[in-house]
């Protein structure tokens, strides 16, 4: 099996969520099941080339590409995905790749993604290399099924090639003027009302990928059935309805040589089920590290967050001042974001400040402190795709408070509602008394340390390995090869 995976971030060359994480895990696990594989991304200009022990290509040197009427080049480098045999291959053109950020909000944005794409479909030319499938993630690859159904359908190389489009967050559209058709190199004239490209008005690359892809997925089995729907499908849920026998929804995993409370190298002790009591050295530590005074008997609540609406602190905004009075709890909270969500927290940090406490921006070190320290996760979302971070906590034995949508409803059982047998504490109203609710209920049977330890291991024995979801992928693949 012969996979081209394509992608616009990948960890550990450049990641800004989600999606970096699993287009750096996913092809690894692909590539044990016996594909092969190599994987496309851009070279933008805050990829180290040396330190990443990438090499410019000899053989793939001042290739050019077509973006509307005017010829541009790019170079090839390559190298190997770090502790793997997975080989890389990154587009080089400074004049789209070398800016501040791997995203921007510049003018020519569809054609920086115009150009990675065709870039990538010539660099498979030059390989002279045919492969089963194209795995497209997120908009910035969304014109690529296209492509191989109309531009590139004359090369017999691509004859037998399908493609997979993943939808990791469908908020995230690529939508452009009418006139960006004109520098796509796609045909013209299949640009006009509800046509595949055209959305309100615009080119919209991901109902281009919609359209044209063999199969759909996207990252929970829950999430693939919300954006068929007005509320969550954001304007292409109509779309999405056509293609529903050809939508899967496949939960990410998560890296465990990354995230392991038995191996994870920024936490203090080290912890499984089987020696679980360790896990409260984890709490005593953090306690120390943010300066607050411990008590077994205190519950400490994590927030890892981006901090906006999406992930559900409008909800506890109304309600925090009010929990942190008449509970005796802590929070520890890390992230950035909306304006009015850091003010929250700096306020009531400084109402609180032994009760909360706020880091702004993020640290590596402190995400993985608080996964194993805290004793329950807080993750309240408006909605979401898939959800790494409840995952996170459910392996490291903290036990995640969630609302129940997306990769959050296929992770997290609720304790209550799966005769007390749940991993977590989930609500589905969302309403700031909801929210409140469900933590009142899991801070009444933190109390019971026999029960609560029970909820911990059910949770620690979940298994979120990337190995079953590359396995359901693969089953995708011979699925539409066949």
């Known amino acids: 099996m012969k996979v081209a995976f394509a992608c616009s971030e990948c960890f550990p060359y450049v990641k800004t969520g989600g999606l970096g994480d699993v287009c750096g895990s996913l092809p690894k696990s692909l590539f044990d099941l016996g594909c092969e594989i190599k994987v496309f991304l851009p070279l933008y200009g805050g990829i180290n080339t040396s330190n990443h022990k990438l090499s410019l290509s000899d053989e793939l040197r001042d290739?050019?590409?077509?973006?509307?009427?005017s010829t541009h080049t790019f170079n090839v480098w390559t190298g190997k995905l770090p502790n793997?045999?997975?080989?890389?291959y990154l587009i080089d053109n400074p004049h789209y790749f070398h800016r501040e950020l791997p995203y921007t909000n510049d003018r020519d944005e569809d054609e920086r993604f115009i150009l990675f794409q065709q870039a990538m479909?010539?660099?498979?030319?030059?390989?002279?290399?045919?492969?089963?499938i194209i795995h497209c993630n997120d908009w910035q690859t969304s014109l690529i099924p296209a492509y191989l159904k109309t531009t590139f359908a004359w090369d017999k190389l691509f004859e037998s090639t399908k493609s997979v489009l993943?939808?990791?967050?469908?908020?995230?559209?690529g939508r452009f003027s009418p006139e960006s058709i004109y520098n796509s190199n796609l045909p013209v004239e299949y640009f006009y009302p509800y046509s595949p490209f055209e959305l309100d008005n615009s080119f919209c690359f991901l109902k281009a990928g919609i359209v044209y892809s063999d199969i759909i997925t996207t990252v929970s089995p829950t999430y693939s059935e919300e954006i068929?729907?007005?509320?969550f499908g954001a304007g292409l849920e109509g779309v999405l309805k056509s293609r529903s026998g050809d939508l899967y929804g496949i939960l990410n995993g998560i890296d465990l040589d990354v995230w392991n409370p038995l191996t994870d190298h920024y936490i203090k002790t080290h912890y499984s089920i089987d020696n679980l009591e360790d896990k409260e050295?984890?709490?005593?530590?953090?306690?120390?590290?943010?300066?607050f005074k411990y008590n077994e008997d205190t519950p400490v609540f994590g927030i890892i967050s981006r901090l906006t609406g999406q992930k559900g602190f409008d909800l506890l905004k109304p309600i925090l001042h009010h929990l942190l009075e008449n509970n005796d709890i802590q929070l520890i909270v890390l992230g950035s974001g909306e304006t009015q969500y850091e003010e929250l927290f700096r306020s009531a940090q400084y109402a609180f400040p032994d009760k909360l406490f706020f880091w702004s921006g993020y640290n590596t070190e402190l995400s993985h402190l608080i996964t194993a320290g805290s004793d329950?996760?807080?993750?309240?979302?408006?909605?979401?795709?898939?959800?790494?971070?409840?995952?996170?906590?459910?392996?490291?034995?903290?036990?995640?408070?969630?609302?129940?949508?997306?990769?959050?409803?296929?992770?997290?059982?609720?304790?209550?509602?799966?005769?007390?047998?749940?991993?977590g504490f989930s609500f589905k109203d969302y309403l700031p008394d909801a929210l409140e609710k469900t933590i009142h209920r899991a801070l009444y049977m933190f109390k019971d340390k026999k029960i609560w330890k029970e909820i911990m291991i059910r949770g620690m024995k979940e298994d979120f390995s990337w190995k079953i979801s590359a396995e359901k992928y693969m089953d995708l693949y011979k699925k539409i090869i066949s």
């Open 84 to 88: 793997s045999e997975v080989d890389v």
């Open 228 to 231: 068929q729907t007005e509320e």
């Open 121 to 132: 479909l010539i660099t498979i030319q030059y390989l002279k290399w045919s492969p089963d």
């Open 376 to 423: 329950i996760f807080l993750m309240p979302s408006h909605y979401e795709p898939c959800g790494l971070n409840q995952m996170y906590s459910l392996n490291y034995g903290t036990v995640p408070i969630v609302r129940k949508t997306g990769g959050l409803a296929d992770t997290v059982k609720d304790y209550h509602e799966f005769d007390e047998k749940g991993n």
């Open 166 to 173: 993943s939808i990791h967050n469908i908020g995230y559209q």
């Open 281 to 291: 050295e984890n709490k005593k530590n953090l306690i120390n590290r943010i300066e």
């Open 63 to 69: 290739i050019p590409v077509m973006i509307g009427n």
